[in-house]
């Protein structure tokens, strides 16, 4: 069974920093799809990232996206000891006010991970952590 756990989440204000953390257990292929995605009330769930993690020796391991509204500020890496994906957050804004959400979709190609054709999906992923609560005053 697939469980994500999502920590890090907090208040900062404009301009500031967050590193969020997702901690992935029961993954049975040696790489996946793992997305951060983000949601405020009343509006539909935003994909910010993806990166394609697992074992470096598995073909397109460590590859990335971003969307363009946090290009440049957001940066996901991935543990090479722990089943662990991180997402760090600099430079940020009042709109970046959200709860966060890592999500996996297990195996699969990396370019299917990192090159989407359009927007990041939610339904395109199978396991969701609880979220995690990031706040940005100005």
């Known amino acids: 069974q697939v469980h994500l756990v999502e920590s890090g989440g907090g208040s900062v204000q404009t301009g500031g920093s967050l590193s969020l953390s997702c901690e992935a257990s029961?993954?049975?292929?040696?790489?996946?799809?793992i997305g951060w995605f983000r949601q405020v009330p009343g509006k539909e769930r935003e994909g910010v990232a993806t990166?394609?993690?697992?074992?470096?020796?598995?073909?397109?391991?460590?590859?990335?996206y971003y969307a363009d509204s946090v290009k440049g500020r957001f940066t996901v890496s991935q543990s090479d000891t722990t089943n662990t994906v991180y997402l760090q957050m600099n430079s940020l804004k009042p709109d970046d006010t959200a709860i966060y959400y890592c999500?996996?979709?297990?195996?699969?190609?990396?370019?299917?991970?990192?090159?989407?054709?359009?927007?990041?999906?939610?339904?395109?992923?199978?396991?969701w952590g609880q979220g995690t609560q990031v706040t940005v005053s100005s």
């Open positions: 999500a996996a979709r297990e195996g699969g190609a990396g370019g299917i991970c990192t090159e989407p054709a359009g927007p990041l999906r939610a339904r395109d992923f199978d396991h």
């Open positions: 029961g993954l049975t292929y040696s790489a996946n799809c």
């Open positions: 990166i394609f993690a697992g074992n470096r020796r598995s073909h397109g391991v460590g590859a990335t």
